[in-house]
Protein backbone atom coordinates (compact mmCIF):
# COMPACT_ATOMS: atom_id res chain seq x y z
CA UNK A 1 0.00 0.00 0.00
CA UNK A 2 0.99 3.51 -1.02
CA UNK A 3 0.54 6.99 -0.71
CA UNK A 4 1.69 9.72 -2.54
CA UNK A 5 1.93 11.28 1.13
CA UNK A 6 2.21 9.14 4.09
CA UNK A 7 0.55 12.07 6.22
CA UNK A 8 -2.28 12.68 4.42
CA UNK A 9 -5.67 10.90 3.03
CA UNK A 10 -4.42 10.92 -0.69
CA UNK A 11 -4.94 8.36 -3.51
CA UNK A 12 -3.68 5.28 -2.46
CA UNK A 13 -2.60 2.43 -5.32
CA UNK A 14 -5.33 -0.21 -3.84
CA UNK A 15 -7.68 2.60 -4.57
CA UNK A 16 -6.67 3.44 -8.59
CA UNK A 17 -5.77 0.31 -9.19
CA UNK A 18 -8.61 -2.77 -7.60
CA UNK A 19 -9.45 -6.01 -5.91
CA UNK A 20 -9.15 -7.77 -9.51
CA UNK A 21 -6.47 -6.38 -10.77
CA UNK A 22 -3.57 -9.47 -12.01
CA UNK A 23 -1.34 -7.10 -13.78
CA UNK A 24 2.26 -8.55 -13.41
CA UNK A 25 4.40 -5.93 -12.70
CA UNK A 26 1.58 -4.07 -10.22
CA UNK A 27 3.57 -4.79 -7.02
CA UNK A 28 6.74 -2.82 -8.58
CA UNK A 29 4.02 0.17 -8.97
CA UNK A 30 3.20 -0.24 -5.66
CA UNK A 31 6.77 0.17 -4.11
CA UNK A 32 7.71 3.80 -5.17
CA UNK A 33 6.41 6.55 -3.03
CA UNK A 34 4.30 7.78 -5.53
CA UNK A 35 2.16 6.30 -8.39
CA UNK A 36 4.26 7.96 -10.93
CA UNK A 37 7.88 6.56 -9.63
CA UNK A 38 7.60 3.14 -11.17
CA UNK A 39 8.42 5.08 -14.75
CA UNK A 40 12.17 5.93 -13.69
CA UNK A 41 12.29 1.96 -13.17
CA UNK A 42 11.19 0.67 -16.34
CA UNK A 43 13.69 -0.24 -18.14
CA UNK A 44 15.70 -1.99 -14.78
CA UNK A 45 11.85 -4.14 -14.49
CA UNK A 46 12.02 -5.34 -17.84
CA UNK A 47 16.01 -6.01 -17.63
CA UNK A 48 14.83 -8.08 -14.29
CA UNK A 49 12.11 -9.93 -16.32
CA UNK A 50 14.18 -10.89 -19.53
CA UNK A 51 16.98 -12.55 -17.18
CA UNK A 52 14.34 -14.98 -16.62
CA UNK A 53 14.00 -15.51 -19.69
CA UNK A 54 17.56 -16.49 -20.14
CA UNK A 55 17.79 -19.67 -22.42
CA UNK A 56 14.82 -19.14 -24.39
CA UNK A 57 16.33 -16.23 -26.41
CA UNK A 58 15.94 -15.53 -30.19
CA UNK A 59 20.28 -15.37 -31.15
CA UNK A 60 19.19 -13.48 -34.50
CA UNK A 61 20.69 -10.49 -36.33
CA UNK A 62 19.79 -9.04 -39.59
CA UNK A 63 17.86 -12.24 -40.17
CA UNK A 64 13.99 -13.10 -40.32
CA UNK A 65 12.54 -14.30 -36.94
CA UNK A 66 9.62 -16.10 -39.58
CA UNK A 67 9.79 -16.54 -43.17
CA UNK A 68 9.19 -12.31 -44.41
CA UNK A 69 7.52 -11.53 -40.90
CA UNK A 70 10.06 -10.07 -38.71
CA UNK A 71 13.30 -8.64 -38.71
CA UNK A 72 16.38 -6.69 -36.64
CA UNK A 73 17.93 -4.17 -38.90
CA UNK A 74 21.19 -5.17 -39.25
CA UNK A 75 24.12 -2.77 -38.72
CA UNK A 76 21.78 -0.10 -37.77
CA UNK A 77 22.89 0.33 -34.30
CA UNK A 78 18.95 0.42 -32.95
CA UNK A 79 17.48 -2.05 -30.81
CA UNK A 80 14.10 -2.20 -32.41
CA UNK A 81 11.62 -4.90 -34.32
CA UNK A 82 10.36 -3.74 -37.39
CA UNK A 83 7.40 -6.09 -38.40
CA UNK A 84 7.44 -6.71 -42.10
CA UNK A 85 4.17 -9.08 -42.40
CA UNK A 86 1.49 -9.34 -40.04
CA UNK A 87 1.92 -11.91 -38.20
CA UNK A 88 0.48 -14.48 -34.94
CA UNK A 89 3.24 -15.28 -32.33
CA UNK A 90 2.33 -18.71 -31.70
CA UNK A 91 5.05 -19.20 -28.63
CA UNK A 92 6.43 -16.27 -27.02
CA UNK A 93 9.59 -14.79 -28.41
CA UNK A 94 12.26 -13.07 -26.57
CA UNK A 95 14.79 -11.16 -29.07
CA UNK A 96 17.59 -10.62 -27.19
CA UNK A 97 19.57 -8.02 -29.41
CA UNK A 98 16.69 -5.63 -29.19
CA UNK A 99 15.43 -6.38 -25.42
CA UNK A 100 11.93 -7.15 -26.78
CA UNK A 101 9.81 -10.11 -25.36
CA UNK A 102 6.42 -11.04 -27.18
CA UNK A 103 3.83 -12.84 -25.95
CA UNK A 104 1.62 -15.78 -27.18
CA UNK A 105 -1.25 -15.23 -28.88
CA UNK A 106 -0.21 -11.61 -29.80
CA UNK A 107 -0.62 -10.17 -33.41
CA UNK A 108 1.81 -7.97 -34.91
CA UNK A 109 0.71 -6.08 -37.87
CA UNK A 110 2.29 -4.68 -40.64
CA UNK A 111 4.56 -1.54 -40.55
CA UNK A 112 4.49 -2.00 -36.55
CA UNK A 113 7.93 -0.44 -34.90
CA UNK A 114 8.80 -1.92 -31.30
CA UNK A 115 12.14 -0.54 -29.69
CA UNK A 116 13.46 -2.32 -26.77
CA UNK A 117 13.01 -2.44 -23.96
CA UNK A 118 10.10 -3.39 -24.42
CA UNK A 119 7.75 -6.23 -22.97
CA UNK A 120 4.49 -7.32 -24.59
CA UNK A 121 1.86 -9.89 -23.02
CA UNK A 122 -0.33 -12.50 -24.10
CA UNK A 123 -3.06 -11.71 -26.78
CA UNK A 124 -2.29 -8.51 -27.67
CA UNK A 125 -3.25 -6.59 -31.08
CA UNK A 126 0.04 -4.45 -32.25
CA UNK A 127 -1.52 -2.64 -35.27
CA UNK A 128 -0.07 -1.44 -38.65
CA UNK A 129 2.43 1.77 -37.57
CA UNK A 130 2.06 1.36 -34.07
CA UNK A 131 4.82 2.87 -32.86
CA UNK A 132 6.80 1.66 -29.44
CA UNK A 133 9.27 4.10 -28.44
CA UNK A 134 11.16 2.25 -25.64
CA UNK A 135 10.89 1.41 -22.33
CA UNK A 136 7.39 0.13 -22.88
CA UNK A 137 5.43 -2.19 -20.52
CA UNK A 138 1.94 -3.77 -22.30
CA UNK A 139 -0.37 -6.28 -20.60
CA UNK A 140 -2.24 -9.25 -21.48
CA UNK A 141 -5.12 -8.54 -23.95
CA UNK A 142 -4.33 -4.85 -24.81
CA UNK A 143 -4.74 -3.08 -27.63
CA UNK A 144 -2.19 -0.66 -29.21
CA UNK A 145 -3.30 0.99 -32.58
CA UNK A 146 -2.88 2.48 -35.76
CA UNK A 147 -0.69 5.52 -35.47
CA UNK A 148 -0.45 5.24 -31.97
CA UNK A 149 2.95 6.14 -30.38
CA UNK A 150 3.93 5.05 -26.59
CA UNK A 151 6.68 5.98 -24.88
CA UNK A 152 7.87 5.22 -21.33
CA UNK A 153 4.45 4.15 -20.29
CA UNK A 154 2.91 1.00 -18.50
CA UNK A 155 -0.48 -0.04 -20.11
CA UNK A 156 -2.08 -2.81 -17.57
CA UNK A 157 -4.23 -5.61 -18.69
CA UNK A 158 -6.99 -5.61 -21.30
CA UNK A 159 -6.28 -1.49 -21.53
CA UNK A 160 -6.80 -0.08 -25.32
CA UNK A 161 -5.04 2.83 -27.22
CA UNK A 162 -6.55 1.76 -30.79
CA UNK A 163 -6.50 4.81 -32.76
CA UNK A 164 -4.11 8.10 -33.47
CA UNK A 165 -2.83 8.21 -29.78
CA UNK A 166 -0.04 9.76 -27.71
CA UNK A 167 0.90 8.03 -24.67
CA UNK A 168 3.78 9.57 -22.95
CA UNK A 169 5.37 8.92 -19.69
CA UNK A 170 1.90 7.05 -18.06
CA UNK A 171 0.51 4.51 -16.50
CA UNK A 172 -2.49 3.29 -17.52
CA UNK A 173 -4.57 0.64 -15.11
CA UNK A 174 -6.12 -2.14 -16.22
CA UNK A 175 -9.18 -1.90 -18.21
CA UNK A 176 -8.81 1.45 -19.20
CA UNK A 177 -9.52 2.47 -22.96
CA UNK A 178 -8.21 5.73 -24.52
CA UNK A 179 -10.74 6.91 -28.10
CA UNK A 180 -9.34 8.05 -30.97
CA UNK A 181 -6.77 10.62 -30.90
CA UNK A 182 -6.48 11.20 -27.33
CA UNK A 183 -3.35 12.45 -26.10
CA UNK A 184 -1.19 12.02 -22.76
CA UNK A 185 1.01 14.72 -23.04
CA UNK A 186 4.22 14.74 -20.54
CA UNK A 187 6.17 17.86 -20.91
CA UNK A 188 4.71 20.90 -19.47
CA UNK A 189 4.82 24.20 -20.85
CA UNK A 190 7.61 26.73 -19.57
CA UNK A 191 7.85 30.32 -18.90
CA UNK A 192 11.05 31.94 -20.29
CA UNK A 193 12.23 31.97 -16.37
CA UNK A 194 11.42 28.15 -16.22
CA UNK A 195 13.27 27.30 -19.02
CA UNK A 196 16.00 25.47 -16.99
CA UNK A 197 13.93 23.98 -14.39
CA UNK A 198 14.35 20.69 -15.94
CA UNK A 199 10.93 18.88 -14.15
CA UNK A 200 7.05 18.83 -13.91
CA UNK A 201 5.95 21.90 -11.59
CA UNK A 202 4.25 20.11 -8.38
CA UNK A 203 0.53 18.46 -8.69
CA UNK A 204 -2.10 19.05 -6.38
CA UNK A 205 -3.03 15.50 -5.89
CA UNK A 206 -6.32 15.18 -3.39
CA UNK A 207 -9.70 17.45 -2.74
CA UNK A 208 -7.69 19.84 0.24
CA UNK A 209 -5.19 21.02 -2.48
CA UNK A 210 -2.10 19.71 -1.08
CA UNK A 211 0.90 19.61 -3.89
CA UNK A 212 3.73 17.02 -4.02
CA UNK A 213 6.57 17.75 -6.67
CA UNK A 214 7.23 14.97 -9.59
CA UNK A 215 10.82 15.28 -9.71
CA UNK A 216 10.39 14.28 -13.43
CA UNK A 217 11.05 16.24 -16.57
CA UNK A 218 8.46 14.77 -18.43
CA UNK A 219 5.37 12.97 -16.79
CA UNK A 220 2.10 12.23 -18.52
CA UNK A 221 -0.94 10.78 -16.58
CA UNK A 222 -1.58 8.16 -14.26
CA UNK A 223 -5.24 6.42 -14.60
CA UNK A 224 -6.82 4.09 -12.84
CA UNK A 225 -8.69 1.35 -13.61
CA UNK A 226 -11.96 0.77 -15.92
CA UNK A 227 -11.19 4.89 -16.63
CA UNK A 228 -12.78 5.63 -20.44
CA UNK A 229 -11.65 8.61 -21.71
CA UNK A 230 -13.51 10.12 -24.91
CA UNK A 231 -12.48 10.96 -28.10
CA UNK A 232 -9.77 14.18 -28.98
CA UNK A 233 -9.19 13.88 -25.32
CA UNK A 234 -5.91 16.27 -24.13
CA UNK A 235 -4.65 15.30 -20.51
CA UNK A 236 -2.30 17.81 -19.78
CA UNK A 237 1.25 16.59 -18.14
CA UNK A 238 0.66 15.24 -14.40
CA UNK A 239 -2.92 13.94 -14.35
CA UNK A 240 -4.18 11.18 -11.99
CA UNK A 241 -6.73 10.37 -12.45
CA UNK A 242 -9.11 7.61 -10.18
CA UNK A 243 -10.79 4.50 -11.70
CA UNK A 244 -14.41 4.04 -12.50
CA UNK A 245 -14.23 7.57 -14.39
CA UNK A 246 -15.67 9.05 -17.54
CA UNK A 247 -13.88 11.82 -19.86
CA UNK A 248 -15.91 13.38 -22.07
CA UNK A 249 -14.54 13.73 -25.97
CA UNK A 250 -12.93 16.77 -26.91
CA UNK A 251 -12.25 17.59 -23.34
CA UNK A 252 -8.82 19.49 -21.91
CA UNK A 253 -8.08 17.84 -18.57
CA UNK A 254 -5.99 20.23 -16.64
CA UNK A 255 -3.51 18.42 -14.17
CA UNK A 256 -3.83 17.57 -10.79
CA UNK A 257 -5.93 14.82 -8.63
CA UNK A 258 -9.87 13.94 -9.84
CA UNK A 259 -11.10 11.44 -7.41
CA UNK A 260 -12.79 7.94 -8.63
CA UNK A 261 -16.36 7.66 -10.09
CA UNK A 262 -16.58 11.12 -11.55
CA UNK A 263 -17.64 12.67 -15.13
CA UNK A 264 -15.42 15.02 -16.35
CA UNK A 265 -16.20 17.13 -19.38
CA UNK A 266 -15.40 20.58 -20.61
CA UNK A 267 -18.67 23.13 -20.08
CA UNK A 268 -18.28 26.17 -21.76
CA UNK A 269 -15.14 27.69 -21.47
CA UNK A 270 -14.56 25.60 -17.55
CA UNK A 271 -14.56 21.99 -16.85
CA UNK A 272 -16.81 20.37 -15.16
CA UNK A 273 -16.21 17.20 -12.49
CA UNK A 274 -19.46 15.62 -11.65
CA UNK A 275 -20.29 12.59 -9.05
CA UNK A 276 -21.91 9.57 -11.16
CA UNK A 277 -23.42 6.66 -10.71
CA UNK A 278 -21.39 4.29 -12.53
CA UNK A 279 -21.42 0.97 -10.81
CA UNK A 280 -18.54 -0.37 -8.05
CA UNK A 281 -16.10 -2.50 -9.53
CA UNK A 282 -14.72 -5.08 -6.74
Not at 150 to 177: Q, W
Not at 190 to 206: A, F, H, K, L, Q
Not at 227 to 252: A, D, S
Request: one cysteine or more.
Amino acid sequence: MVSFDGGTKNMKSEEMFLANNRFRFLDYIKEGPALWSVLERIPGIIEEFLDGKKGTEQDVYGHALLPGSVRIPHGSGERSVSVMQTMAVEEDIYIRQAKVFIGRGTTLEYGAIIKGPCVIGENCEIRQGAYLRGSVIIGDGCVVGHVTEVKKSIFMDRTNAGHFAYVGDSVLGSRVNLGAGVILANLQFRTPGEIDSGVIREIVINRRGDARPTGLEKLGSVIGDYTEVGCNTVMTPGVVIGPRCWVYPNTTVPKGFYEPGKFIRTRGVSLSVDATDLPQVD
